[in-house]
């Protein structure tokens, strides 16, 4: 297995260009997440998915669009990016049991974008 | 929301040293988990220990859920136990909230 595989790894855009994240992940998990990682700030989640076909907004939504068309990929957009928007983002997943994450959590490598 | 402290924010020890480091929460939680960043920026999961006491290795893991409280124990650490290490619990939504992290340093 794989596990959680995130493309690209570095990425530099200008402030108003779009652009989309890859997340794929090979263990038939159904919930994914996408969290940000800022320093001194922890990680904040973004958004998540529960299923195929099912997605909500975490803690720091705004600027990001997400969909869920396959149990496997979870992308993640940046509509018009922002300098705030500099940052790592790390993608990550679990299979539930029980409940949504009564099982670790697994993550994928991060990609560091730079928006300038 | 929930809230998750951890401490201390830094420590430095020696190679062979032990270390216990704390993670307070707000709230009952059903699940918490204990994850380690590298050097390299990449994150694995720990522990999942919603509560009692698990071992892996030089590594240990108890939480006290009553009290609200996990402890992580690193034993005789080496420099490769060097990173970030994070305590996450179960949010209102059902998701994972981080706490900032304790940044670990081990000297050779």
């Known amino acids: ?116 | 929301g929930i809230q998750v402290e951890q401490s201390p924010p830094d420590l430095i020890l020696q190679e062979g040293a032990n270390s216990t480091l704390r993670c307070n929460f707000s709230d009952s939680v059903n699940n918490l988990q204990w994850f380690h960043q590298n050097p390299w920026g990449q994150l694995i999961n720990l522990f999942y220990i919603p509560s009692g006491t698990k071992q892996n290795g030089r590594l240990s893991a108890t939480t006290v859920a009553t009290e609200r409280y996990s402890l992580l124990y690193i034993s005789s650490s080496q420099t490769t136990d060097s990173g970030v290490y994070f305590c996450a619990v179960e949010g209102s939504q059902g998701n994972l909230i981080f706490g900032k992290g304790t940044k670990l340093s081990v000297k050779p």
């Open chain 1, 1 to 116: 297995n794989a596990g959680v595989t995130q493309t690209p790894k570095f990425q530099v855009l200008k402030t108003g260009q779009s652009m989309t994240l890859q997340c794929a992940q090979d263990m038939n998990h159904e919930y994914m997440s996408w969290y940000r990682q800022d320093p001194g700030m922890g990680l904040r989640l973004i958004h998540y998915s529960v299923g195929a076909g099912i997605t909500d907004q975490g803690e720091v939504p705004n600027g990001y669009n997400v969909s869920r068309s396959t149990t496997e990929d979870f992308p993640l957009r940046l509509l018009s990016a922002a300098p705030s928007q500099t940052s790592v983002y790390f993608c990550a997943s679990s299979y539930p049991q029980g409940g949504l994450l009564n099982s670790p959590l697994h993550f994928g490598n991060g990609t560091r974008l730079t928006v300038t």
